[in-house]
């Protein structure tokens, strides 16, 4: 810690470790979710569940309420699936900021 820093300077300075640790839980709750979600579907009645789920929501006859829910599911399913994959880049514009913030450089 430098001379005059605040305890929460101190803190934001370990920027990877916060982004990171933010970015794997919320894949996480993201991920889990969706297992909750298809563990759901799977104990409908009917083969494997998939006919169940299939009748509760027919096509065609879709209201504000469905459409809601498949693209909540849609959602959650794109942010398990991307933010890992864009941690690095996060990362990277974070060192960046960093170094341009420390040279005092726009």
């Known amino acids: 810690m430098m001379a005059g820093d605040t305890a929460l ?5 370990r920027d990877r470790l916060i982004v990171a640790a933010k970015s794997a839980g919320v894949a996480a709750l993201a991920w889990a979710y969706l297992f909750v979600l298809a563990k759901a579907m799977a104990s409908m009645e009917g083969p494997s569940g998939w006919g169940a789920f299939m009748g509760l929501m027919p096509m065609g ?8 829910l ?3 599911m ?5 942010i398990g699936m991307m933010i890992p994959s864009a941690v690095p880049m996060i990362l990277l514009y974070a060192r ?3 170094r341009t913030q420390a040279q005092d450089r726009p």
């Open 9 to 13: 300077e101190a803190v934001l300075r």
């Open 61 to 68: 006859r879709w209201g504000v309420l469905e459409y809601a």
């Open 70 to 72: 498949a693209f909540s």
């Open 74 to 78: 849609w959602a959650l399913m794109m």
């Open 96 to 98: 960046v900021a960093r």
